[in-house]
DNA sequence: TTTGCTAATAAACAAATGTTTGTTATGACA
DNA sequence: TGTCATAACAAACATTTGTTTATTAGCAAA
């Protein structure tokens, strides 16, 4: 019987998480091969027989958490409820991504500058599929009657995605409250506003 | 007649701009000396005429930014208006300050964690007294009745600041609104919600 | 024991880093 | 004219950077 080995337990996921934790932390820039391997325990040179480069990482890291945004949001998009529930749930899923792994978050918003020009323009691409998967929903509440027809949009989602996007500044995966709930109050604040 | 001289033109304010830029652009750890001497045009070791390291310039921008919002919102804390309109005061000044220069807020934001320990604590203490600036002002509009009982504060008040600290992401000196008209739809959404 | 694979080491490379030093050009004022 | 301050240059410094290469330890299967 072939032994099953856990996938996440090789060499190269210890060096990944390190690079996570450690480009969340100090930036891209900030963090040399030399913090990872010692972060690792390993000599500098040995990382190199398990990731091609410096850069690599970044992209690897980038587009997978990208892509975990996009899955965890994306059946909500079109599924068959109302636009306010859609956005909540949406809402809710992004908060959880975060929550689960906040420093890559932090990698995913503020590092994808430093990746190649092709990866950089494939990366804008997703994001701005991912605002327009917010604006749609916003839409279609606005046309239903459920949202305020006099909102502005543009200004609407992105307001939205700052204050989600700012989570991974503050968020705790061990808070009083479990990230399904603080996605909860963050989509009620943002429904019902402040005044009551 | 002594001849008044522009404080804004000598050597040092360009080095200081230049360093601006492109801590905004690159980071602060993504950004070489030589990078800055290039974009002022003279050679790196020049610069030492004018400033004490990287780290001092890095302190000056961050400190005078943090100094700019807190100016700029302060008059505005405890007015005699209604709790809602002082919160709609913060909000534009906020998002005005921003406006007057984004990539200087991108430094203020994000590349505070490069400063010195000393320097990092005063800068979370400053980033601390804002936060609390507009805890007061929502604490007042709930005892006054103007804002929901129900409000989660701390979630309410970092949703905001986050909407907001996400602007300079996307905000144009020269886009169709003024600061002050994005600030006031802003100001808007975050009252009224998206519901209608 | 030998073979073969995984993973790490040790050492070095060229380039880039922040910074210092001694010197030189420029112009205002005496 | 000579003096003085400002500002820049030219060159170098010790370190740190990402990466490569040749070699060695550990261990499972034959």
Redesign the interface.
Same mark, same amino acid.
């Given at each position: 019987m072939a032994t099953v080995i856990d996938p996440a337990s090789g060499p190269r996921e210890a060096i990944m998480d390190a690079a996570v934790h450690l480009f969340g932390?100090?930036? +891209?820039?900030?963090t040399s091969m030399r913090d990872i391997a010692k972060a690792v325990g390993v000599l500098p040179g040995s990382l190199y027989a398990h990731i091609a480069s410096k850069e690599a990482m970044l992209v690897d890291i980038v587009d997978d958490g990208i892509r975990r945004f996009l899955d965890a949001v994306r059946p909500h998009i079109v599924s068959g409820a109302t636009p #306010?529930e859609r956005?909540r749930a949406m809402v809710i899923a992004h908060v959880s991504v975060v929550a689960d792994n906040p420093e890559r978050s932090l990698v995913v918003f503020?590092q994808w500058? +430093?990746l190649g020009d092709d990866n950089i323009q494939a990366a804008i691409g997703k994001r701005r599929d991912y605002e327009q998967a917010f604006i749609g929903v916003?839409e279609d509440?606005i046309k239903s009657?459920? $949202?305020? #027809? @006099?909102?502005?949009r543009r200004? #609407?989602v992105?307001? %939205?995605?700052? #204050?989600?996007?700012? @989570?991974p500044?503050?968020l705790t995966p061990n808070g009083a409250l479990s990230p399904e709930e603080?996605g909860g109050? %963050?989509a009620d @604040? /943002? $429904?019902?506003? /402040?005044?009551?």
């Amino acid at each position: 019987m072939a032994t099953v080995i856990d996938p996440a337990s090789g060499p190269r996921e210890a060096i990944m998480d390190a690079a996570v934790h450690l480009f969340g932390k100090q930036g +891209f820039s900030g963090t040399s091969m030399r913090d990872i391997a010692k972060a690792v325990g390993v000599l500098p040179g040995s990382l190199y027989a398990h990731i091609a480069s410096k850069e690599a990482m970044l992209v690897d890291i980038v587009d997978d958490g990208i892509r975990r945004f996009l899955d965890a949001v994306r059946p909500h998009i079109v599924s068959g409820a109302t636009p #306010a529930e859609r956005l909540r749930a949406m809402v809710i899923a992004h908060v959880s991504v975060v929550a689960d792994n906040p420093e890559r978050s932090l990698v995913v918003f503020h590092q994808w500058r +430093f990746l190649g020009d092709d990866n950089i323009q494939a990366a804008i691409g997703k994001r701005r599929d991912y605002e327009q998967a917010f604006i749609g929903v916003i839409e279609d509440g606005i046309k239903s009657g459920t $949202f305020r #027809a @006099t909102l502005n949009r543009r200004i #609407a989602v992105l307001s %939205i995605l700052g #204050a989600l996007n700012w @989570t991974p500044e503050w968020l705790t995966p061990n808070g009083a409250l479990s990230p399904e709930e603080v996605g909860g109050v %963050i989509a009620d @604040t /943002l $429904f019902m506003g /402040l005044r009551g």
